[in-house]
């Protein structure tokens, strides 16, 4: 790499690896980090042995493959859980809760009232103001059964 005027080629390398490892910082994604590796790991074999251009370059790919294949191995067998799986599902997050049907749930489908919302629902036949608790939902339908517990009821507040 002569053509940086006396800067020495695994300095290059190790700049371009700093580089996008900060990239990664501030970008989205999980890619930059594995070519900073694989561009920090080019900078030290060319330290080592000092490599012409072409050969550093396909360094720098033989390492970038070995870092994201190795990384997308790792991370299949230890996936990274979420510490709240249904944040993304707000439906989900009212299974267990007890609401109140407002339009009779006939033939398999109804409305219930959960909160300060109506929701469509999909159970068993009940009829207006039947207390009903929440099983699952698919998208925004929640599917209900008959439920023995009564909502909880807004008080008014004291005058």
């Not at 109804?110 to 159970?123: C, F, H, K, Q, Y």
Request: glycine share 8%; net charge negative.
């Amino acid at each position: 790499m002569d053509w940086f005027d006396g800067i020495e080629a695994h300095w290059i390398w190790l700049t371009i690896g700093v580089g996008l490892a900060g990239l990664e910082m501030v970008v989205p994604g999980v890619y930059l980090i594995w070519l900073a590796v694989a561009a920090i790991c080019t900078g030290l074999l060319t330290l080592a042995i000092e490599p012409n251009l072409p050969m550093q370059v396909v360094d720098f790919v033989f390492f970038a493959l070995i870092a994201v294949f190795s990384a997308r191995r790792y991370f299949q067998d230890r996936p990274i859980e979420s510490s709240d799986p249904t944040l993304n599902h707000p439906a989900m997050r009212m299974v267990n809760e007890v609401a109140r049907v407002t339009q009779a749930i006939e033939h398999g489908s109804g409305r219930v009232r959960l909160g300060d919302s109506e929701w469509i629902a999909r159970g068993p036949d009940c009829a207006v103001g039947t207390p009903v608790r929440v099983t699952g939902a698919k998208g925004v339908i929640l599917e209900v059964e008959p439920s023995q517990a009564t909502p909880p009821t807004k008080e008014a507040p004291p005058e």
